[in-house]
T-cell receptor, first 112, second 110 residues
């Protein structure tokens, strides 16, 4: 059974700090990795995709992937109260049917 | 303006009733999905469809049915056989391995 594990949190950080969200996965065949942001009562919004080892930066967000350790993380620099949300990690294998496996999400609270 | 629409936003069902949730997309995506989300839980896959007139069961298909007669549309019926249907239902579609979600339908059983 493919599993994606995230700490449920909440992770509480002060405004302006770096928030670090982590995700581990069980399927070594995984090739595609995604981070979604979900505000309370809303649907998930795709914020980052990463496919190869290393870092990928987009604005204040950096995704980090280490396939050998089966670990993917999301860093949010200069955290803002508007970043307060649940962050879902999703993982999928390459080819065939695209059926991602989602983690349960980590709740992030950015306090002023 | 491209996107995924779901209707209604809120839906109330009486015991024993079937209800249908609408999902439409104008993104020209081939694959569409239905997920269920319960409080504190991850997304659980109900059904998915990769092409018109074809669909597969996900992890929790019992008590649900779908159809895919048009590329743009993937309605989900919650039948009376689904014993605990109160949840947030999310429709999604995929292109180039990236999955995008509609705004969701919140279903409550009275």
């Amino acid at each position: 059974q493919k599993e994606v594990e995230q700490n449920s949190g909440p992770l509480s950080v002060p405004e302006g700090a770096i928030a670090s969200l982590n995700c581990t996965y069980s399927d070594r065949g995984s090739q595609s990795f995604f981070w979604y942001r979900q505000y309370s009562g809303k649907s998930p919004e795709l914020i980052m995709s990463i496919y190869s080892n290393g870092d990928k930066e987009d604005g204040r967000f950096t995704a980090q992937l280490n396939k050998a350790s089966q670990y993917v993380s999301l860093l949010i620099r200069d955290s803002q109260p508007s970043d307060s949300a649940t962050y879902l990690c999703a993982v999928s294998a390459s080819g065939g049917s695209y059926i991602p496996t989602f983690g349960r999400g980590t709740s992030l609270i950015v306090h002023p | 303006d491209g996107g995924i629409t779901q209707s209604p936003k809120y839906l109330f069902r009486k015991e024993g009733q079937n209800v249908t949730l609408s999902c439409e997309q104008n993104l020209n995506h081939d694959a569409m999905y239905w997920y269920r989300q319960d409080p504190g839980q991850g997304l659980r896959l109900i059904y998915y469809s990769q092409i018109v007139n074809d669909f597969q069961k996900g992890d929790i298909a019992e008590g649900y049915s779908v159809s895919r007669e048009k590329k743009e549309s993937f309605p989900l019926t919650v039948t009376s056989a689904q014993k605990n249907p109160t949840a947030f239902y999310l429709c999604a579609s995929t292109t180039y391995n990236e999955q995008f979600f509609g705004p969701g339908t919140r279903l409550t059983v009275l």
